[in-house]
């Protein structure tokens, strides 16, 4: 049994996005694991502030939700970002947050936590998700986190769309492919 924390991002909270990582969490609680949510896009969190009071070793000096967060990062065993794109990246409150691990990142990278990319995407061309998903890899890469898949959901600007699309299944599976 694995502990899944997924931060949400979708100022949507109904959205296409949250729809996808709805299934994820379906399916990975059906191979026995236990799912988690934080939702970025309606926490108390600010930007990092550059200010290096932290030192990369904490506390940040900020007191706002992030504090909780790390907590929960540091004792969870997998990490789902989920998002949809905007302007061919990641929403802005999941950016927040990733920018703010930066208080923790030595504690975060020993870690080498599980990590899956949840994503949904009004556009369909072929190239839609190629920046996302390089940002993703390079984070991946950069923290080492081992990544587990991704749901890049193309096609799935609204919620009809999405519940017309593959990637409700794919998602699904995904979390229910997951081992501990």
């Not at 990490?79 to 990641?90: A, D, E, K, N, S």
């Not at 949840?118 to 190629?130: E, F, L, R, V």
Request: charged share 20%; proline share 3%; aromatic share 8%.
């Amino acid at each position: 049994m694995m502990r899944i924390l997924m931060i949400e991002s979708s100022p949507h909270k109904h959205g296409s996005s949250n729809l996808l990582a709805e299934r994820f969490m379906e399916g990975a609680k059906e191979a026995g694991h236990q799912t988690e949510v934080f939702d970025a896009a309606r926490a108390n969190l600010h930007p990092c502030l550059g200010c290096d009071a932290c030192g990369m070793a904490g506390p940040c000096v900020q007191k706002d939700d992030m504090a909780a967060l790390r907590d929960k990062l540091l004792e969870t065993d997998m990490l789902v970002f989920v998002t949809p794109l905007y302007y061919f990246g990641m929403s802005a409150q999941l950016k927040m947050v990733i920018d703010r691990f930066y208080s923790f990142t030595g504690k975060l990278s020993s870690r080498k936590l599980k990590t899956a990319l949840i994503a949904a995407a009004w556009d369909s061309n072929d190239w839609t998700m190629q920046d996302l998903s390089a940002h993703y890899q390079t984070l991946c890469r950069y923290m080492n986190f081992r990544d587990q898949g991704m749901i890049l959901g193309t096609g799935c600007g609204s919620v009809s769309m999405t519940k017309r699309s593959p990637f409700l299944n794919q998602a699904y599976e995904l979390g229910k492919s997951l081992k501990g």
